[in-house]
T-cell receptor
Framework: AQRVTQPEKLLSVFKGAPVELKCNYS??????LFWYVQYSRQRLQLLLR??SRESIKGFTADLNKGETSFHLKKPFAQEEDSAMYYC????????????FGTGTQLKVEL | NAGVMQNPRHLVRRRGQEARLRCSPM?????VYWYRQLPEEGLKFMVY????????ESGMPKERFSAEFPKEGPSILRIQQVVRGDSAAYFC?????????????FGQGTRLTVV
């Protein structure tokens, strides 16, 4: 069975500090990993996906198959980064049938 | 393009009533997914539909829940004889296709409260 674990419900950092949102997964094949973000009163939206290897809004995430992790990182947190972040995966050929983690609320304080 | 539209945004039903949740996908999208989010949990996949077909309903409860995506009109998630445990946020997403690099766009969700 596939599973996504986000161990932190809430992560509070100061503006300008580095951010790391943890995500570990369990999947027997080759998964495709995603990070979704939900800003206050807005809909869930895709932040980045590992196959595109992009940096979006300063965030990056590297898939570590050895540690089965896909942590989201940003070197310097901004106030506008405060949001709910969800890690998700889909299996080979799974398309948009996603398995989500429980989410981490990021709070960036001034 | 207004994005994925879900209505109603909030729905209150008494136990035993029926709940109908609607999802209008983005223009041109023929793939629709429904997810449920219980309090303190992540979104859980329920069902994947293409126009007039249910492709994968592995996440749907076997009883009381049904989904459709007719040729014309929105996708409907129907919950019969609702119980308190059905209280949750229900999200719909749509995509152009199912392959790699096909992004799913989410609606704002319907919050169902069963009293």
């Amino acid at each position: 069975a596939q599973r996504v674990t986000q161990p932190e419900k809430l992560l509070s950092v100061f503006k300008g500090a580095p951010v790391e949102l943890k995500c570990n997964y369990s999947y027997s094949g080759s998964p495709e990993l995603f990070w979704y973000v939900q800003y206050s009163r807005q809909r869930l939206q895709l932040l980045l996906r590992h196959i595109s290897r992009e940096s979006i809004k300063g965030f990056t995430a590297d898939l570590n198959k050895g540690e089965t992790s896909f942590h989201l990182k940003k070197p310097f947190a901004q106030e506008e980064d405060s949001a709910m972040y969800y890690c998700a995966l889909t299996g080979t050929g799974g398309g948009n049938k996603l398995t989500f983690g429980t989410g981490t609320q990021l709070k960036v304080e001034l | 393009n207004a994005g994925v539209m879900q209505n109603p945004r909030h729905l209150v039903r008494r136990r035993g009533q029926e709940a109908r949740l609607r999802c209008s996908p983005m223009k041109g999208h023929s793939h629709v997914y429904w997810y449920r989010q219980l309090p303190e949990e992540g979104l859980k996949f329920m069902v994947y539909l293409q126009k007039e077909n249910i492709i994968d309903e592995s996440g749907m409860p076997k009883e009381r829940f049904s989904a459709e995506f007719p040729k014309e009109g929105p996708s409907i998630l129907r919950i019969q004889q609702v119980v308190r445990g059905d209280s949750a946020a229900y999200f719909c997403a749509s995509s152009l296709g199912q392959g790699l690099n096909t992004e799913a766009f989410f609606g704002q969700g319907t919050r169902l409260t069963v009293v």
